[in-house]
Structure formats: structure tokens, C-alpha cells
């Protein structure tokens, strides 16, 4: 299963909010013209604005207000990214060199802030107190799960439930106000809101999952990352949990020390563990089970092709495979 199909119903959207990012970046700052370009063009799938136009497409959204509103996710999107990569200290994403790496470190951070700052000015253009009030939250929130994943890093006595909700406020939230957002702008009602949210926490809670998965399951070039990655970051993701609770006392010290030390030389050991331990198998129940939850979501949504496509990109985010 491909994106492209779902890409197809917002095309002409798709289009205007890259004009749009290329436009909103401009700065009299050089080395910010130069990251924010970098960044923007370095094959993201744009999944998160596709989300803000299909769930606005549903809810009678204004066009030129939908794109706006997919530009500014997609800004605190990448605003993120290239704060995740200092912290992480990532030198590779997507496949290509980071902009931490390119650059340095505290020219993607400031570039990262511009990005927001951006974000938020063109969310004040819009004048909607609503919206305004729930991108303020997000963000917030996103902090709040960037600040908890790093005090869980190299704690391999992370819990599955204080992993959920690591994944909840890092990821899943800026899906939930994708989602939400576009029932905003469509002036739906609050139980429809509501639903839209919960679509996008559960999508987002999916395809964190998913990607936990891709760390073990994928060499694929199109994702980008190296199998071990979580390891080297000393992050203790879902499989790595189960297979430390379920798998056998060895594979259990090996997760451990991996995690412990940021990495480790019996990587194919690890990996063919967690799969023999059930892990692959239980994350994807999960995945599959948020998926659920979000299709159920929509049930009184009126029967469109929009809702059809975000049912199909509920699907995508579990068969992907990048």
C-alpha cells in the first residue's frame, strides 16, 4: 500500500502548501534561508499536513485556510526535527545528513525557533482563538514528551505504560491537533471535533508504533535510519520493553546493556531475539488495535471520498513499510 492515492484526492493542496512553506521561510538571515530549505526539501512525506487537508476536506474547511493551517504543522513538525536531532545527536535522517551535522548544533537549534516562531505568527494571521489555543497546547505538550523521553533515556526499567505515554505526547499529539484542527476550521461541532482527535491520537499512537517496529524490521533506503538507531540514542521503545519482559534471561541482559552503554556489537543477536520473543508480533497488535480505535472514530463523520481517505490512511500507517 502506497501514499500516493491519498496524496492524489488533495493534490492541488499538497502543491499550494509547499509554495507556502517555501515562501514562509524566507529570511534576511542567510544561514536560516539555507536550514529551513535544507530541512523542508529532505523527503519528508508531508503525512501531517495530509491530515489537516483530508480531515478539513471532511468537515467543509475553507481551502486557503487549510493550507495555512497544513504549512504551520508541518513547521512545528520540522521545528521538532531539528531539535530532536541535537538531542539526539543525530547525523543522519531520512537517509541524508542532519542539519545539526551539516551545520552545527546551535544553528539548527535557533533556525529550529525561527520555525516555530513562524509557525505562530502565521496562526495569528488567521485570527481563529480556537485553533490558536489548541496549537499553543500541542506544542506545549510536545515539550512536555520531549523533557520525558530524555529522563527515561538509559532506563531500561521503562514501563510499557510510561512508553505510551511518552509516544502520546511526542508523537501523537500533533496528529490529534492535525486532525482536530481541520474540524475547527470547517466550524464542526464539538462532538465532531472530539471524534477528529481521537482519530489523529490514535493514528499518531500507530505510527509511532509502526516506526518502533521499522527499527528492527527494515533496511529499506526510503526510511532512512539503521537498524539499531533506538539502541545507539539509548531509548527503550516498545519492542525492546516486551522483549526485555518476555524474551529469555540473555536476550533481557543484552537490551539492558545496549541501553545502558548506547549501543552494542550483537545488534543480529538483539534483533533475532525480539522476534523470537513475540515483540514484533505484540506491537503490531497495539498498532493495529490504535487503528481500530481511530476508525471508529469516525463513524459519524458523513460519507464522503475524504472520509474514506483518512479510513485508508489509517491503513497505510500500519502496512507501511518506511
Not at 78 to 95: I, K
Not at 217 to 239: M, V
Not at 271 to 292: F, K, P
Request: hydrophobic fraction near 45%; proline fraction near 2%; include cysteine.
Amino acid at each position: 500500500m502506497t501514499i500516493q492515492p491519498l496524496r492524489q484526492c488533495v493534490s492541488s493542496e499538497l502543491q499550494a502548501v509547499d509554495t507556502l512553506i517555501v515562501s514562509s521561510l524566507e529570511s534576511k538571515v542567510e544561514t536560516v534561508n539555507q536550514i529551513g530549505h535544507y530541512i523542508v526539501n529532505s523527503g519528508g512525506k508531508r503525512i501531517r499536513p495530509l491530515v489537516v487537508l483530508l480531515s478539513g476536506k471532511a468537515c467543509q474547511a475553507q481551502s486557503e485556510e487549510a493550507i495555512a493551517m497544513a504549512t504551520i504543522i508541518e513547521f512545528i513538525h520540522t521545528a521538532t526535527l531539528l531539535h530532536d536531532d541535537v538531542v539526539d545527536r543525530s547525523l543522519l535522517r531520512r537517509g541524508i545528513p542532519t542539519a545539526n551535522a551539516v551545520w552545527d548544533n546551535a544553528s539548527a537549534v535557533l533556525v529550529g525557533d525561527f520555525i516555530y516562531s513562524r509557525a505562530f505568527q502565521m496562526i495569528a494571521r488567521l485570527k481563529n482563538a480556537e485553533a490558536t489555543e489548541i496549537l499553543a497546547e500541542t506544542t506545549n505538550v510536545i515539550a512536555e514528551g520531549e523533557v520525558l523521553q530524555l529522563t527515561h533515556r538509559q532506563q531500561p526499567d521503562i514501563s510499557e505504560a510510561q512508553y505510551l505515554r511518552v509516544i502520546e505526547y511526542k508523537t501523537a499529539k500533533l496528529f490529534e491537533a492535525a486532525c482536530q484542527l481541520g474540524a475547527v476550521l470547517g466550524n464542526q461541532s464539538r462532538t465532531i471535533k472530539q471524534m477528529l482527535a481521537s482519530y489523529g491520537k490514535h493514528i499518531g499512537i500507530a505510527f509511532q508504533l509502526v516506526d518502533d517496529l521499522l527499527d528492527y524490521q527494515s533496511n529499506n533506503p526510503d526510511w532512512g535510519k539503521n537498524i539499531g538507531d533506538d539502541l545507539a540514542e539509548g531509548k527503550a521503545t516498545l519492542p525492546l520493553i516486551y522483549g526485555m519482559q518476555h524474551g529469555d534471561a540473555a536476550l533481557a541482559e543484552l537490551i539492558k546493556s545496549a541501553i545502558l552503554n548506547k549501543g552494542s556489537d550483537k545488534l543480529a543477536e538483539i534483533q533475532s531475539g525480539i522476534v523470537s520473543s513475540g515483540a514484533i508480533d505484540y506491537t503490531m497488535r497495539l498498532a493495529s488495535e490504535a487503528i481500530r480505535n481511530a476508525k471508529k472514530a469516525l463513524t459519524l463523520l458523513p460519507d464522503t471520498d475524504y472520509k474514506a481517505a483518512l479510513n485508508d490512511l489509517a491503513d497505510f500507517v500500519v502496512a507501511r513499510n518506511y
